[in-house]
């Protein structure tokens, strides 16, 4: 995804992780042009994801990440549009309170780190960008994909978990997450 300003001067790493203050790095810090540049590509985003998935408004926004406690891996292609470089997507996760049911359907009370939205661009989809972008946000967290829980996986999206994690669908939930097989392992057995 393009814009008029220059993506390699907003964020300096391939991927970058953005929180609550919307910065991302220190060149953007104490500089309200940039902050506002950040937020529109933010919003971009947010809302490209929202118009895949057929959603009726977007679930990701600067506004929004400033109010919750989430992290937003974004990343680019410095490279692309005359070296100004453009915005590939963004994957953004955050924990969460679950009333899940198990195996032996019995409800437990977890708080596991759960992917809220995912995108890649329309035109670069199926390139291994995904992989790239979630495998970074997994080494970062330290974690291993089945102990996470995904808020409303998309067909392509557990089409993608499938194939590069092997995660097949667990228990059906009540609530609008998934969680895969494996998940349920190593957890305290509640009577
Ligand atoms: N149809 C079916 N499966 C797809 C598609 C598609 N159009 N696109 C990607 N996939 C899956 C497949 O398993 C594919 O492997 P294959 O080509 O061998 O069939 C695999 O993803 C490819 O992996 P990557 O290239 O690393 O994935 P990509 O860069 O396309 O990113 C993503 C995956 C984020 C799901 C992307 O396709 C996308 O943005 N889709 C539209 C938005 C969306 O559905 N997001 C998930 C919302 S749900 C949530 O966030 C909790």
Do not use: W
């Not at 437990?108 to 890649?120: G, K, M, N, R, S």
């Amino acid at each position: 995804m393009e814009f008029p300003f220059d993506i390699n001067q907003l964020f300096s790493e391939r991927v970058s992780v953005l929180d609550q203050t919307l910065v991302a790095g220190r060149t953007s810090t104490g500089m309200p042009q940039l902050q506002a540049r950040i937020a529109t590509v933010i919003d971009e985003l947010g809302r490209a994801s929202a118009k895949a998935q057929q959603l009726p408004a977007s679930i990701t926004s600067a506004s929004k990440l400033q109010s919750q406690r989430h992290q937003l891996y974004l990343l680019k292609d410095g490279e692309s549009n005359g070296g100004r470089g453009v915005a590939v997507g963004f994957l953004k996760v955050g924990y969460k309170k679950l009333f899940l049911l198990d195996r032996q359907g019995v409800h437990i009370e977890a708080e596991p780190l759960c992917v809220l939205d995912f995108y890649i661009a329309e035109g670069v989809q199926r390139h291994g960008y995904g992989l790239e972008l979630f495998n970074f946000m997994l080494q970062h967290k330290n974690l291993e994909p089945v102990v996470m829980a995904y808020d409303r996986p998309s067909p392509k999206f557990q089409s993608f978990l499938a194939k590069h994690y092997s995660l097949t669908p667990s228990v059906p939930q009540a609530n609008n997450f998934v969680v895969f097989e494996g998940f349920f392992l190593n957890r305290p057995v509640v009577l």
